[in-house]
């Protein structure tokens, strides 16, 4: 036994010293090359002869679809430009973009980035700064765009991205419940709980939440915190959930899990809620501004409850805004042909042509246009956008904000289920957001 | 060196370059890693020694995923070794639909985890799930992803995946036995308890160790369902290990606390296993 | 006679308890892989009108190649494990080279999470070249399939009498001729039954693929986690995948299932 033993140690400590001796050549190669822009000279009109490929990374929702369709379009102007779209679930996104630019050799040209991650991302060297790029594309209105979304993009002053879709937060609800109830939409967060509450009778429910751990339930309170007045930080930044607005918002947000929205739904997301509407067992949901014509589509998932879906600005008036934007890596593989794309197809016409295919908007003249307004989703539902985006915040600011909004997801969804009051479930969050954020 | 030996030398060669390949070098870099202040978006990388692993120990979280994994693989892998013995003990004297019978009980575990995983989203989910509606309208009120719930429905997920291993394991073990002993314990009148207690239990024991080995190293491994149903909720409570360090290590960037995470992890299930299965072990080299 | 009457049903009872509680999630799969958009909202519903479309759907969504890809790096990774690995278990549990310290770091080896080990293996991939490629998803696969399948026949290994080899070097076949015509075709059905396991591993894996290819190049878990997504409930779709993705593994349960019992049996899993 005792030879077993001091063999066993003798030989894992062996494979232990040849290990270490191979780590040291593997990470000699750490030293990451912060950022070596290629782009030189003309970095803004891309010559129409220009060749190459631009592999992107996207999700797989429906401005994809639209985006390309757009690609033979494209095509006409940079006849040599190939556009290759690898679109994925959200879930994988992040995972492979990190992998991408931890690479010799990207995967990806040029990235979907979503607002959570431009600090991080920026900091880190990942991303291209677009500025030059900018200034140097004639008829290139980038003052043009929303400006929330222009925040998102900007880290310390540097602009690293060129929005292309907006995904606000807003109340979805059946109008003809609604009607048949006698109720208008409610105008305040009180009014919103008693609303709801009230349609929450003969099995049907008034709301249908999205308290999952992290993302989603932190996605759908912070409207609940801006309706109650309050907000994620302070004027100065800091923290700011531990306050008297923060405890209203969650124990009206309790209050409504527990009595009108859909029993054993403390697992709920998008789908599930979704489905829930569709069903026509809950009459209203907090929801991305996209969920609307996917409620409303005829032969869709709501069966005969098409079309009378529609959408506002989160109760309160203020909406959580979150965004899509398109990035440059660092280390793409051809970053000139990759803003030919995005110039293209941020150009004004373009994105007109984009919103009328049932594109996300995010310029202002795009929806100052006859075409658009008539010919799209149609301009009840683009003006529910515009307003939404006029007053919005993200659910999170500045670095490590993926980490945060897990940290204080996950806290609120121990009040939810009961786990943790909700006095110290809000001082707790307010202490991750001070730890992994700074003060 | 004899011949015999060095024939043995060079049949296992080829084996011992490939892990290396495919196992020394993944592991010796993130047991490198795990001495470094390493992130997947830091420019500059030092070296700090084992104040990863200092950090750990006091990395309540981490310990609580742990926890859950512990309770979760126990709990999961006893349930299928029960269902998996009595099941094959059924298999075993079944004379008519042998094949159909036997291909349909352990088909599940040739499904993907991620399937399985999402198939039970929808089929427990608390409004629209088929099976929670079969059970509301039969007065049941029960939810499967609730606080106090969720660990357990994901155990059954596991056993229903993977109770079929054990089965097929068992059966492989009862039908490569000798039947004598079993014959002469009946003969003898001994009651059912008394043969599968005395007889057929100590006679599957080999069996038995190396599909609970097996078995349990696997379910320690648990990643899928989590990632299609819960994400770790509610609050904390179905954050495995796995999870925990695909969170730490990849979403939050920080790949060399990760890897220090992963080789205490490691080190601690070594000594179990060196401890409680030392003879499989030894009875493998 | 009674008593083993009763028995009898009992027996049967609880086989049937078994199949039922495996074939009844399957069978809402295959329901729903059959129903509309609409009708999938109401879970229960059994009338409804069926429709092709999920099928047709799932079979436009580049499912098959993703099949394909999952086949050939389940096969290759199988392969490789069998080539390198079958001689080292026949090493190991007859000559005991590399003794209990290599048994226990093949055992080892499943320990770690893949999380850790995902990035050197994309550093691999770029020092192989074989980046954005399913060749990369190979040495990850290895990484745990190797170890099972060693640790699976080196049992096997065990369980033959050394006698009938030394029987066949008194008949004058050399040391490699001997293990390759009397040791190997009596541990075959055993090696059947690893490779089952092994490629069924494979085939079951989704992390790496996460991790290690584009999308362009994903294998199947993958594929069908896709579905779940931001677009809108592709339930329909998603359940076809789900089936199109088991049904071939399930047809091979069916034929290989005997073997599998065989090869496990026999003395095969012991210590």
């Given at each position: 036994?005792?030879?077993?033993?001091?063999?066993?140690?003798?030989?894992?400590?062996?494979?232990?010293?040849?290990?270490?001796?191979?780590?040291?050549?593997?990470?000699?190669?750490?030293?990451?090359?912060?950022?070596?822009?290629?782009?030189?000279?003309?970095?803004?009109?891309?010559?129409?002869?220009?060749?190459?490929?631009?592999?992107?990374?996207?999700e797989s929702v429906n401005d994809t679809d639209v985006i390309e369709s757009l690609?033979?379009?494209?095509?006409?102007?940079?006849?040599?430009?190939?556009?290759?779209?690898?679109?994925?679930?959200?879930?994988?996104?992040?995972?492979?973009?990190?992998?991408?630019?931890?690479?010799?050799?990207?995967?990806?040209?040029l990235f979907a980035t979503d607002n959570p991650w431009f600090t991080d991302f920026s900091q880190a060297g990942f991303l291209q700064p677009l500025d030059e790029r900018i200034a140097a594309t004639p008829d290139f209105d980038n003052a043009d765009y929303f400006q929330p979304l222009l925040d998102i993009t900007t880290v310390d002053g540097v602009q690293y991205g060129v929005p292309y879709m907006n995904y606000a937060v807003g109340y979805v609800y059946r109008k003809d419940v609604f009607a048949d109830a006698g109720l208008e939409v409610p105008g305040t967060l009180d009014e919103l709980v008693t609303t709801v509450k009230s349609l929450t009778k003969d099995g049907k429910y008034g709301i249908a939440l999205q308290p999952q751990r992290g993302y989603k339930i932190m996605e759908e309170w912070v409207g609940w915190l801006f309706a109650a007045g309050g907000s994620v930080y302070d004027a100065e930044g800091n923290a700011s959930l531990d306050t008297p607005e923060a405890h209203k918002a969650l124990e009206a947000y309790i209050?409504?899990?527990?009595?009108?929205?859909?029993?054993?739904?403390?697992?709920?997301?998008?789908?599930?809620?979704?489905?829930?509407?569709?069903?026509?067992?809950?009459?209203?949901?907090?929801?991305?501004?996209?969920?609307?014509?996917?409620?409303?589509?005829?032969?869709?998932?709501?069966?005969?409850?098409?079309?009378?879906?529609?959408?506002?600005?989160?109760?309160?008036?203020?909406?959580?805004?979150?965004?899509?934007?398109?990035?440059?890596?660092?280390?793409?593989?051809?970053?000139?042909?990759a803003w030919a794309f995005v110039s293209w197809l941020g150009s004004k016409d373009v994105d007109a042509q984009r919103v009328i295919a049932g594109g996300s908007p995010v310029r202002e003249s795009t929806l100052e246009r006859e075409d658009v307004l008539t010919e799209g989703y149609g301009a009840d539902y683009l003006n529910a956008i515009k307003a939404m985006l006029a007053n919005s915040d993200q659910i999170s600011h500045g670095a490590n904000s993926e980490e945060m909004i897990q940290a204080v997801g996950t806290e609120l969804n121990e009040a939810v289920a009961g786990t943790k009051s909700v006095d110290q479930a809000l001082k707790d969050a307010n202490a991750a957001i001070i730890r992994i954020q700074g003060e | 060196m004899t011949s015999?030996?060095?024939?043995?030398?060079?049949?296992?060669?080829?084996?011992?370059?490939?892990?290396?390949?495919?196992?020394?070098?993944?592991?010796?870099?993130?047991?490198?890693?795990?001495?470094?202040?390493?992130?997947?978006?830091?420019?500059?990388?030092?070296?700090?020694?084992?104040?990863?692993?200092?950090?750990?120990?006091?990395?309540?979280?981490?310990?609580?995923?742990?926890?859950t994994t512990t309770a979760y693989t126990v709990l999961a892998v006893s349930i299928e070794l029960i269902l998996g013995i009595a099941i094959a003990a059924a298999l075993v004297k079944q004379k008519r639909w042998v094949n159909i019978t036997r291909s349909v009980?352990?088909?599940?575990?040739?499904?993907?985890?991620?399937?399985?995983?999402?198939?039970?989203?929808?089929?427990?989910?608390?409004?629209?799930?088929?099976?929670?509606?079969?059970?509301?309208?039969?007065?049941?009120?029960?939810d499967f992803f609730g606080s106090g719930n969720v660990l357990y429905t994901l155990v059954g997920m596991d056993v229903w995946q993977w109770t079929p291993?054990?089965?097929l394991l068992m059966l492989a073990g009862m039908l490569s036995m000798p039947t004598a002993p079993l014959e002469a314990a009946r003969v003898d009148g001994a009651g059912a308890l008394y043969r599968l207690r005395r007889v057929l239990l100590p006679m599957l024991r080999p069996t038995i160790t190396v599909a609970l080995v097996l078995r349990a190293l696997d379910a320690m491994r648990v990643f899928e369902y989590v990632f299609a149903t819960t994400k770790g909720g509610p609050g904390t409570e179905s954050v495995t290990v796995q999870y925990f360090i695909y969170q730490r290590g990849i979403q939050f960037f920080d790949l060399g606390y990760a890897s220090a995470l992963a080789f205490i992890v490691l080190a601690i299930v070594a000594v179990i296993v060196l401890v409680f299965a030392r003879r499989v072990v030894r009875q493998h080299g | 006679m009674v008593e083993q009457r009763f028995s009898r049903i009992l027996r049967s009872t609880w086989i049937a308890a078994g199949i039922l509680t495996i074939v009844l999630p399957m069978m809402w799969i295959v329901i729903a892989s059959l129903k509309s958009p609409?009708?999938?909202?109401?879970?229960?519903?059994?009338?409804?009108?069926p429709t092709g479309e999920n099928w047709a759907n799932a079979l436009a969504s580049g499912l098959p190649a993703a099949l394909l890809r999952s086949l050939i790096v389940g096969v290759v990774v199988v392969a490789v494990s069998l080539v390198v690995g079958v001689p080292g278990a026949y090493a190991l549990a007859r000559y005991g080279v590399g003794g209990t310290p290599l048994g226990f770091v093949l055992l080892m080896a499943q320990v770690l999470p893949p999380a850790v080990l995902v990035f050197p293996f994309l550093r691999l991939s770029h020092l192989l070249k074989t980046n954005g490629t399913i060749a990369a998803?190979?040495?990850?696969?290895?990484?745990?399939?190797?170890?099972?399948?060693?640790?699976?026949?080196?049992?096997?290994?065990?369980?033959?009498p050394v006698s009938i080899e030394e029987q066949a070097r008194i008949d004058g076949k050399s040391r490699l001729g001997a293990f390759w015509s009397v040791v190997i075709p009596h541990v075959r059905p055993g090696i059947g039954a690893a490779c089952v396991f092994g490629f069924s591993l494979s085939w079951n894996d989704m992390f790496y693929s996460l991790i290690l290819v584009p999308g362009s190049a994903q294998t199947l878990p993958l594929t069908i986690a896709g579905f779940n997504t931001f677009r809108g409930i592709e339930l329909g779709t998603m359940s076809a995948a789900i089936l199109l993705a088991s049904i071939p593994m399930l047809i091979a349960t069916f034929f290989i299932q005997k073997h599998l019992v065989q090869g496990l049996g026999g003395n095969g899993v012991k210590y």
């Open positions: 036994m005792a030879t077993t033993a001091s063999r066993t140690i003798a030989a894992l400590a062996a494979v232990g010293a040849l290990t270490l001796s191979l780590a040291g050549c593997v990470t000699g190669s750490q030293d990451r090359s912060s950022s070596t822009p290629t782009a030189g000279g003309s970095t803004g009109e891309i010559a129409k002869d220009h060749s190459g490929t631009v592999r992107i990374i996207m690609i033979p379009e494209f095509n006409k102007e940079y006849p040599n430009i190939s556009i290759d779209i690898d679109s994925m679930v959200y879930d994988q996104m992040r995972d492979k973009i990190v992998a991408s630019v931890q690479s010799p050799e990207p995967a990806y040209d209050d409504v899990f527990n009595n009108a929205a859909p029993k054993n739904s403390l697992n709920w997301m998008f789908d599930d809620a979704q489905r829930s509407v569709a069903s026509g067992d809950s009459a209203s949901l907090i929801s991305y501004n996209f969920a609307l014509p996917l409620l409303n589509e005829e032969g869709g998932i709501s069966g005969d409850r098409a079309g009378e879906f529609t959408l506002v600005p989160m109760i309160g008036g203020k909406s959580v805004l979150g965004s899509w934007s398109w990035s440059i890596p660092t280390n793409s593989g051809d970053p000139d042909a | 015999d030996k060095k024939f043995g030398v060079l049949m296992i060669t080829p084996l011992v370059v490939v892990l290396i390949a495919a196992v020394g070098y993944p592991v010796a870099t993130s047991l490198n890693l795990s001495v470094t202040d390493f992130t997947l978006t830091s420019k500059n990388v030092q070296n700090i020694g084992m104040e990863n692993y200092a950090a750990a120990f006091s990395d309540t979280p981490f310990w609580e995923a742990l926890w009980l352990i088909s599940p575990m040739f499904i993907a985890p991620i399937a399985v995983g999402l198939m039970f989203r929808f089929l427990l989910n608390g409004q629209s799930g088929a099976i929670s509606k079969t059970l509301a309208a039969l007065g049941i009120d029960h291993f054990m089965v | 609409a009708d999938l909202t109401d879970a229960t519903k059994i009338a409804f009108t998803l190979i040495p990850a696969h290895i990484s745990f399939v190797l170890p099972v399948v060693v640790w699976l026949l080196i049992g096997f290994f065990a369980s033959v």
